[in-house]
Nanobody, 121 residues
């Protein structure tokens, strides 16, 4: 069984920075590709950033130039750094390990429980 725990969400002022973590555990489970999504109140879940097994990265237009996704294979952890945070970045951020049905490398689609990011003055 795969277990995902996101952390790092907080209340920050506009212009601030946060680094979110997605720690993955499971018997003989090693992460490769991973995505970060977010969902604002009343909104749809949207892709924020993705990293492939080879390390290629993709970013959503709303965070492009402000976000960095990275992976530490030794810690089985994926990170999302967002700088110059804006009020519109307020959302619950979810870590996703994409399953085969989405073209991902995993047998199943795995989601964490989310971590709340609130940007407000």
């Amino acid at each position: 069984q795969v277990h995902i725990v996101e952390s790092g969400g907080d209340l920050v002022q506009p212009g601030g920075s946060l680094r979110l973590s997605c720690a993955v555990s499971g018997n003989n489970f090693s992460i490769s590709a991973a995505d970060w999504y977010r969902q604002a109140p009343g909104g749809q879940r949207e892709l924020v950033a993705a990293i492939s097994g080879g390390g290629a990265t993709v970013y959503g237009h709303s965070v492009k130039g402000r976000a960095t996704i990275s992976r530490d294979n030794a810690k089985n952890t994926v990170y999302l750094q967002i700088d110059n945070l804006k009020v519109d970045d307020t959302a619950v951020y979810y870590c996703n390990l994409p399953g085969a049905s989405k073209g991902g490398p995993y047998e199943h689609d795995y989601w964490g429980q989310g971590t709340q990011v609130t940007v407000s003055s």
